[in-house]
């Protein structure tokens, strides 16, 4: 006679919800996210796995043949998340891991179309966040040196008996979720952001936000250190001549990129241009900086409910510094100045290079009927 098995309840149930309620909210990154190899940078399935080390900062990302490692593009769901999570936290309202929200709120805000492919396409970046594996030492605690953590830690559909697309829920993992109400942790990003199509263009735009900022001198990096920082599969000349076509482009919003050359070393500067990002605790400007139309204005409406107790302790009441130079050296584990002093990033060790120095329920429904 075969043994009952056991049913591990859902995480869900431990939770209390937060209910994304309609209105638009700034969009947001996590510093981490940002500048260390997290994702694929390819649309093409990746299952080789990325390991990354720097000073004490290790990175590990594995992916299961079956779906493949999550990509860039699959990172818009955390964006989108925190954006909201922080957006209520601002409006003074409780938020939690589990989320209750549309499909249609969700890619409307990432600037993606509503058909039923796309559908389709949400259903499998959320598979392939849940399957893919990170172990990193990055905000380790004073008795454990490595956490393991899957992007989403489960996630549902709610249908009709028609198979039409309801509402959807998710749960965060504690690392991700920490990572965003810590005000210090989380940037304001352009939304044009989410027009930007190549892999590496949008680690790039991220990159340039952590590090360069607002910083009028902007950030120099080694374009080997580069490579290296975003886990790419690419050779080192192919991921250089992308770097050339983008500069030529000149297509990231808020930021001009210089090629430039010392000695055999080839570098990439880095140089705001006139950003609509803000700090975290104000919108930001609906405007963007690359001709794009208007998407977000200043003073937007509620974006979520007061349905659910404290998860967490609320980030500190301050405001992160318009400089990025303190996480830059830890997020770089080679620092030096060049002769006429600019602050330069890169990988190498050599000294000459550079001067040392439940059932679900009702959901808000799109205007017209169909989700």
Not at 171 to 191: E, H, K
Not at 218 to 239: P, Q, R, T, V
Request: proline fraction near 5%; charge should be positive; charged fraction near 25%.
């Amino acid at each position: 006679m075969s043994r009952p098995r056991l049913i591990t309840p859902s995480e869900r149930s431990k939770l209390d919800p937060f209910v994304v309620a309609a209105g638009d909210a700034s969009p947001r990154d996590q510093r981490d996210l940002m500048e260390r190899p997290f994702f694929s940078l390819a649309k093409a399935k990746r299952t080789a796995p990325i390991l990354y080390e720097a000073g004490t900062t290790r990175v590990e990302v594995f992916a299961v043949p079956e779906h493949g490692m999550a990509t860039i593009w699959d990172a818009d769901v955390l964006i989108w998340a925190a954006s909201q999570i922080v957006e209520a936290e601002n409006l003074g309202l409780r938020t939690s891991r589990f989320l209750r929200f549309t499909p249609y709120q969700l890619l409307m805000a990432v600037g993606r179309e509503t058909g039923s492919r796309d559908y389709k396409l949400l259903k499998g970046a959320l598979t392939r966040l849940q399957s893919t594996v990170i172990r990193t030492t990055i905000r380790h605690g004073e008795h454990w040196r490595r956490h393991q953590f899957s992007w989403v830690n489960e996630w549902e559909e709610c249908t009709t008996r028609d198979g039409r697309v309801e509402g959807m829920e998710l749960v965060l993992p504690d690392w991700f979720y920490r990572g965003v109400i810590d005000r210090s942790l989380v940037l304001s990003i352009d939304s044009a952001y989410f027009r930007l199509t190549g892999g590496i263009e949008r680690w790039l735009y991220r990159v340039a936000r952590k590090h360069a900022g607002r910083q009028s001198n902007g950030w120099i990096f080694e374009i080997a250190h580069l490579h290296e920082k975003s886990g790419s599969l690419a050779k080192l000349a192919d991921f250089a001549f992308d770097l050339r076509r983008i500069a030529a482009r000149q297509s990231l919003p808020g930021y001009r990129l210089h090629i430039e050359r010392n000695g055999r070393r080839e570098l990439l500067r880095i140089l705001p241009a006139k950003l609509s990002t803000g700090l975290v605790d104000i919108p930001v400007d609906g405007l963007g900086t690359s001709g794009v139309p208007l998407i977000g204005i200043s003073g937007v409406a509620v974006s979520g409910l007061r349905e659910c107790q404290s998860q967490l302790t609320l980030w500190p009441e301050k405001v992160i510094s318009a400089r990025n130079l303190e996480s830059n050296r830890d997020s770089n584990f080679f620092i030096g100045r060049a002769r006429n002093g600019e602050i330069v990033a890169g990988a190498s060790n050599s000294s000459s290079d550079i001067a040392a120095d439940p059932p679900c329920p009702p959901f808000i429904r799109k205007p017209g009927g169909a989700q």
